[in-house]
C-alpha cells in the first residue's frame, strides 16, 4: 500500500522516536510506560486529577465480533448518578493512539463520568499495545501492518461494534443513544472521523464508514488524514460539530517523517467545508503530543498536570454546550484558562 510508513507515524508516540529500549514499552496511552520524575508541585497537581471515586464507577468487556474474528475490549465508565436515575446519560466512545489500550485516557474517562458523562474506552487490536513487544528492529514493520486502510477501516467498525453491543447489554437502559459523540487521540482521532463522515478514496472509490448515531467529535491531535494532500475533500463531508484540542509542540517524528501543529490547525480549517456546523479549536502553549495521553512527565513536569486538567475541561464544556444548553461553557472555560492557551477559535463554516 502507498504511504504505509506515512500511515504509521500518524500514531506513534514514543516521545520523538519509535525505538523501544530496555524494558521500557512507550505505550501511546501511558499505562504501562516509565514514568519521567513528577516534581512535588506538580505531584500535587496530578492529584487532583483524580476524581472522587464514589462518583463513578468502571466495568471491563471483553466483545467479540465474530463476523470479523476480530476481539473488541473495551472499558465503560459510567457516572454513580445514573444508578437510580430513570435519565439516561449521553455517551463518549474513546478510541486509542497506536499503541494504546481500553485502560488508557483514564483522566478523561473518569472525570466524564464523574460529571454525568459515560466513557466507553476502546481497544483496537490490530493497532493497540501489543505492537511495542517483540523484537524492537521489526517494531516499524509492525506499525505499517498496523496503519492499513485495513486496520483503519476496521477501527470504526470495531466502534459501531461496541456500540451494537453496548445498546444490547443492560447497561442500555442508563445510556442516552440520541447523544453519542466519537472521541479519540492521534490516530484514534482519524478513527472519529471516519465514523463521524470522513470519505477517503482508494483505488477510484470513496470509503464510507460513517456511524450516523455520532452526534459530536472530539479530536486530540488531529493527524491529516492517510498522507493524502487533498484534506479538504477528505473532511468537507462532516456535518456534525467538533472539538479540536492542540499544543504548539505537538509534534509527531520519527525518520523520515514529522507532523506539527499546522497540519492539526488544517484539519481544524477544513473540517465540515460546505456545512454550516460550529467547531472550536484551543491550542495550548508547549505541550507535546502525548501530553493529551496518560503520561504524567511529557510536555514538562509542571504544564503537564495543568494541561490535562484543562484539557478534560475543555471536553467537558463541549459536551454541555452541546447537550446542557450551557451556552457560556466554553467563554468561561476560554476566560480560566487564558494563561495556557496561544489560541482559541470559534466559527460556523458558511454553505
Known amino acids: 500500500m502507498k504511504n504505509k510508513t506515512l500511515l504509521a507515524a500518524i500514531g506513534c508516540l514514543a516521545l520523538s522516536s519509535c525505538v523501544v529500549s530496555g524494558s521500557t514499552n512507550p505505550l501511546e496511552d501511558g499505562s504501562e510506560a516509565r514514568q519521567p520524575f513528577v516534581g512535588l508541585d506538580a505531584a500535587a497537581e496530578v492529584a487532583k486529577l483524580a476524581p472522587d471515586a464514589s462518583r463513578y464507577s468502571t466495568q471491563a468487556f471483553d466483545w467479540r465480533d465474530e463476523t470479523r474474528m476480530r476481539n473488541v475490549p473495551v472499558r465503560l465508565y459510567l457516572p454513580a448518578s445514573s444508578e437510580n436515575s430513570a435519565e439516561r446519560v449521553p455517551l463518549v466512545v474513546f478510541s486509542h493512539g497506536i499503541g494504546g489500550s481500553r485502560d488508557g485516557y483514564k483522566y478523561l474517562g473518569r472525570y466524564f463520568a464523574a460529571n454525568g458523562y459515560a466513557s466507553l474506552h476502546l481497544q483496537h487490536v490490530g493497532s493497540d499495545r501489543q505492537l511495542w513487544f517483540g523484537n524492537p528492529f521489526t517494531l516499524l514493520g509492525r ?159 509542571e504544564l503537564n498536570p495543568k494541561v490535562k486538567a484543562a484539557t478534560r475541561e475543555l471536553a467537558l464544556a463541549f459536551l454541555n454546550t452541546l447537550f446542557g444548553n450551557d451556552t457560556d461553557a466554553l467563554p468561561r472555560w476560554r476566560t480560566r484558562n487564558a494563561s495556557l492557551v496561544e489560541r482559541f477559535d470559534q466559527k460556523f463554516v458558511s454553505r
Do not use: C, W
Not at 177 to 205: C, D, K, P
Not at 223 to 233: H, K, V
Not at 268 to 287: E, M, Q, S, W
Open 143 to 301: 506499525m505499517n501492518d498496523a496503519a492499513t486502510d485495513i486496520e483503519a477501516i476496521d477501527r470504526v467498525r470495531d466502534m459501531s461494534f461496541a456500540l451494537d453491543q453496548l445498546f444490547a447489554s443492560p447497561v442500555a437502559t442508563r445510556i442516552d443513544g440520541q447523544r453519542i459523540v466519537a472521541a479519540g487521540h492521534s490516530y484514534g482521532a482519524n478513527t472519529s472521523m471516519l465514523a463521524s463522515g470522513a470519505e477517503v478514496e482508494r483505488e477510484g472509490r470513496l470509503l464510507r464508514v460513517r456511524d450516523a448515531r455520532i452526534k459530536a467529535a472530539i479530536l486530540l491531535s488531529a493527524p491529516p488524514f492517510y498522507g493524502s494532500t487533498d484534506t479538504a475533500r477528505i473532511l468537507k463531508s462532516i456535518e456534525i460539530p467538533s472539538l479540536h484540542i492542540t499544543a504548539t509542540d505537538d509534534d509527531i517524528t520519527i525518520p523520515g517523517y514529522r507532523s506539527g501543529l499546522s497540519d492539526r490547525i488544517e484539519v481544524y480549517d477544513l473540517i465540515g467545508n460546505g456545512h454550516r456546523t460550529p467547531k472550536t479549536l484551543a491550542v495550548f502553549k508547549g505541550g507535546s503530543h502525548s501530553i493529551f495521553t496518560d503520561r504524567m512527565g511529557t510536555g514538562g513536569a
